[in-house]
C-alpha cells in the first residue's frame, strides 16, 4: 500500500513562492506516475495542476500555470517535488499528491480516475 505524504503547504502573498514535497515511504517513488490536483474552496471538484510519469516520461502542466510551476523528482529524497512561483489568489486550496503505479516507463495523465493512491493533502492560501 503506497500513502503519499504531502508537506510544503502556507500562507503567502500574490507573486510568492511555495514548493510543495510528495513523499512515500516503502516504496520508490521514481516508478510511480505521480499527480498533483487543487481542490479550491467552496467543495470544488479537484483540477489537475501537474503529473510526471515514472522514471522521466513524461511531464504534463496544466495551461493556466504553464511557465510558472516546475514539477520534478528528488530521487535522493524519493520525493517528487512541485516548485510554484509567482502564486495567485485563485490557486488557493489544498493540494493533494495522487501516486499510481508502480511501472518502469508509466506516462502520467492529468484525469483524476488515473490515481490509486492519494494523500491527505497540503493547504495553499494566497492572499492579495
Known amino acids: 500500500q503506497v500513502q503519499p505524504v504531502e508537506s510544503g503547504g502556507g500562507s503567502v502573498q500574490a507573486g510568492r513562492s511555495l514548493r510543495l514535497s510528495c513523499a512515500a515511504s516503502?516504496?520508490?517513488?521514481?516508478?510511480?506516475?505521480i499527480g498533483w490536483f487543487r481542490q479550491a474552496p467552496g467543495g470544488k471538484e479537484r483540477e489537475a495542476v501537474s503529473?510526471?510519469?515514472?522514471?522521466?516520461?513524461?511531464?504534463l502542466t496544466a495551461g493556466s500555470v504553464k511557465g510558472r510551476l516546475t514539477i520534478f523528482r528528488d530521487n535522493a529524497k524519493n520525493t517528487v517535488e512541485l516548485q510554484m512561483n509567482g502564486l495567485k489568489p485563485e490557486e488557493t486550496g489544498v493540494y493533494y499528491c495522487?501516486?499510481?503505479?508502480?511501472?518502469?516507463?508509466?506516462?502520467?495523465?492529468?484525469?483524476?480516475?488515473?490515481?490509486?493512491?492519494w494523500g491527505q493533502g497540503t493547504q495553499v492560501a494566497v492572499s492579495s
Open positions: 516503502g516504496v520508490t517513488l521514481d516508478y510511480y506516475a
Open positions: 503529473c510526471i510519469g515514472s522514471r522521466g516520461t513524461n511531464t
Open positions: 495522487a501516486a499510481v503505479g508502480p511501472g518502469v516507463l508509466r506516462p502520467c495523465v492529468m484525469i483524476m480516475q488515473a490515481y490509486e493512491y
